[in-house]
């Protein structure tokens, strides 16, 4: 980072920023040759020995990330000088098998899709781990009455559980479809020189197959690399993610306003000072969390502009992918860590949310009943998250 990390205690939270590292990247590259190589030798394109050779050999720790990148600038691919230091290390006998078949997008659009399923792990548990935090809120708070706001005025009398439902079923659904981004989206792409494999002597389909084996990833109908429907929807999957989080750090960062004082963040009390008001205790979570989301729109942007490449390969359009999706998936990554803690922690003040609502004056004569009906889909968003929370644990179908 140009800033030499000094924005990355807000931004690089959670486990997804150490999956994209540089050397993150050139370990999902180095994965995806070995597999290769594996692959080959299996359908005896190329000798046993010479894929256990560059398999061996594909540890990222052997080589220097920074030379390679400085090497990348000659060819405006780091697949080249990796490719080539690669064929340096296995020696002579094996080196003319070092990425047989394959083509710098090959590797380079592999390992974006190993790059993005590893930072999604971590994201996705601490998804899971905000909807609990909603699911408790929301069953601890299902009868605790607040003035609801429309337009940022007081409206009818809803509650806060019925608040905090609508977080989780929110967030439930954006984590639904990160999974099946993760199951379905995340694919090998072998192509070779034209996306013909003709390269491959007839075996194309079977290596190909052979390598998503291996790398635990989805195997495609067809090679993708001029079609970027899967950079695209995997896009569009962190970018509602962050929507939906950053939603639930303006409902609290608004409630958390010192007039409002419905909820408080909890943790450390030593966090969310200010340099010139040593009163305040600022919402930090919250903020941190819409910091990340508004940086995440245009990054999504970013790759779906990206996506009309001209004939079989790109002329800078497919470039322009890769450190925007690391970016995206560091960002939103960050984002859930943050929203996880934050729900975790939040503090709820059930007499001064009463307070509120009596000083409005609205909506009064029909509370109880108003309670009532959401409490009611309050117990309805928990039965569908529990459900939900049980198919996932048994593999069944959401």
């Known amino acids: 980072m140009p800033s030499e990390g000094l924005f990355d205690g807000i931004f690089s939270r959670g486990g997804a920023a150490d999956a994209v590292t540089g050397r993150a990247w050139l370990q999902a590259m180095l994965d995806v040759e070995g597999a290769l190589a594996r692959a080959c030798a299996r359908v005896e394109l190329i000798p046993q020995s010479a894929a256990e050779a560059i398999a061996a ?23 080249i000088p990796l ?25 380079i659009d592999s390992a974006a899709m190993l790059v993005a399923g590893r930072a999604l792990r971590p994201t996705l548990a601490d998804l899971a781990a905000a909807a609990e935090a909603s699911a408790r809120l929301a069953d ?33 659904e954006a984590r639904a479809e990160l999974e099946d981004v993760c199951a379905r989206t995340l694919a090998v792409q072998l192509g070779g020189a034209a996306g013909t494999l003709a390269a491959f002597d007839g075996r194309g389909a079977e290596i190909a197959a052979d390598v998503a084996r291996q790398l635990e990833l989805a195997e495609p109908v067809l090679p993708w690399h001029s ?3 899967r950079p695209a929807r995997l896009a569009g999957a962190l970018g509602a993610v962050a929507g939906v989080l950053g939603k639930v750090a303006v409902d609290v960062t608004l409630l958390a306003q010192g007039e409002v004082g419905e909820v408080r963040e909890g943790g450390d009390a030593a966090r969310g000072g200010s340099s010139a008001m040593l009163h305040k205790r600022n919402p930090v979570g919250a903020v941190s969390v819409r910091a990340c989301a508004e940086r995440v729109p245009g990054l999504v942007a970013t790759l779906l502009g990206a996506m009309h490449h001209e004939h079989e390969r790109a002329a800078g359009a497919w ?26 922690q939040l503090e709820v003040d059930a007499g001064r949310m009463r307070t509120n609502l009596e000083a409005s004056g609205v909506g009064l004569s029909s509370l109880a009943s108003q309670v009532d009906a959401a409490a009611a889909l309050v117990d309805r968003a928990l039965a569908a998250h529990h459900a939900d929370v049980e198919r996932s644990r048994t593999g069944g179908p959401r």
């Not at 490719?83 to 590797?107: F, K, M």
């Not at 706001?149 to 806060?160: K, N, V």
């Not at 970016?327 to 803690?341: F, I, K, T, Y």
């Open 227 to 229: 079609i970027r429907t």
């Open 140 to 172: 601890a708070h299902r009868r605790t009455p607040i003035l609801g706001r429309t337009l940022l005025q007081p409206a009818e009398p809803t509650t806060f559980g019925l608040k905090a439902a609508g977080w989780l079923v929110g967030i439930d």
């Open 319 to 344: 470039q322009a992918e890769w450190e925007t999706l690391s970016e995206l998936l560091r960002v939103v990554g960050a984002e859930a860590a943050w929203a996880g803690e934050l729900l975790e």
């Open 57 to 79: 050999a594909c540890v990222a720790d052997r080589y220097d990330v920074g030379e390679i990148a400085r090497a990348a600038a000659a060819s405006a691919t780091p697949v």
């Open 83 to 107: 490719v080539a230091a690669l064929r340096a290390a296995v020696g002579e006998a094996a080196a003319e098998h070092v990425h047989r078949g394959a083509t710098s997008q090959d590797v």
